[in-house]
């Protein structure tokens, strides 16, 4: 199999998007718009690792460098909120013919991460390509791993009576309060204007920061008509006699649903507005043919949160952060130090790292 590696800017890699959207495995993270997105909002360079075959894309792994700090770059694939940038690979060759494709997509990263004179390097991998995931793990170089649970709802097809079997699907108490909602009056729309992001910023910050979290900026909202058509977004928002109680960010490429940013207002929580946006917006990527419905990645110890997201019909597909340590440095510093220093960027577990 003869194989030719290229590294191409984001812009450059713009071309290869239909090799993307014929490859199931692929997520919004290795899309054009997300890549932009990142790239303008983070202000950092993105480069993308293309393994043709016979001038055809057949492996496709995107990179993202932060601005220098402290201990110099570091690179991710991909960076802010554990994006999973792991390579995507061809579907339906041999597994010998899909490892000569990872090697040289490796050996192009590597050399590209070293050239820069990197701190650290991490792979986010695919929930989905445990198979990518495996490889990785033999052959990257790394020291440290990290390892999430993804939490994917597998979406049915459409069909007569889906709405009730589709509720029937869910754990309690989600049909519970899918059904208080609607009892509640509650009622579900979608938008895409400025007036909808601002309400939908706002409840977050209000509900991460209540909780002790780092919320995501204004900005990533403001950017969004920019970067991404009204088909690869919507924000669902929950109305209860005529106000707004509750909103969802949720993004669509390829055959994934990405549950992204909810917030509630906390005085109608109890009414459980989230619960019949995540139904109603579930039943709409149903009837659009999507096959998942992907909630991100959970810590180990986050208890609650694997819990609640079972509770919604989710299978498991653990996934790992694979670090590559190249100055010591960054194994000596604090939590604090590193978000500040590399912001919205994965540097190592803070696990292993002294307290202040």
Sequence with gaps: MTLETQLLTRNEAQQHEAFL???PDALLYHSHNYLWHLEHYLNTEIF???????NTCVG???IAFSISGSFGKVANSLPYYGSNGAPVILQGISSIQKEEILAALLKTVLEKVESEKCAAFTVVSNPLDAETAQWLEQNMPHDLTDDRIGQLTPLPAHETGIAEKLLQSFDDPRPRNIRKALKEGVSIRFSHTADDRDFLYAVHRENIT???GIAKEKRFFDFLPEHFSENQYRIYIAEKDGERIAGLLLFYYNQTVEYFTPGVVEAHRNTQPTALLVYQAMLDAIEQQYTWW???GTWLSQGGVYDFKKKWGTRD???RYFTRVYDA????TNKETLLR???NFYVVPFGILKPV
Aim: hydrophobic residues 40%; glycine residues 6%.
């Design 21 to 23: 959207l014929q490859t």
């Design 341 to 343: 220093e590399y912001p």
């Design 294 to 296: 992907n909630w991100g």
């Design 317 to 319: 597909l653990p996934y």
């Design 210 to 212: 209540a909780i002790g």
């Design 60 to 62: 496709y792994w995107p």
């Design 48 to 54: 993308v690792a293309v393994t043709l075959h016979e």
């Design 329 to 332: 440095r960054v194994r000596e």
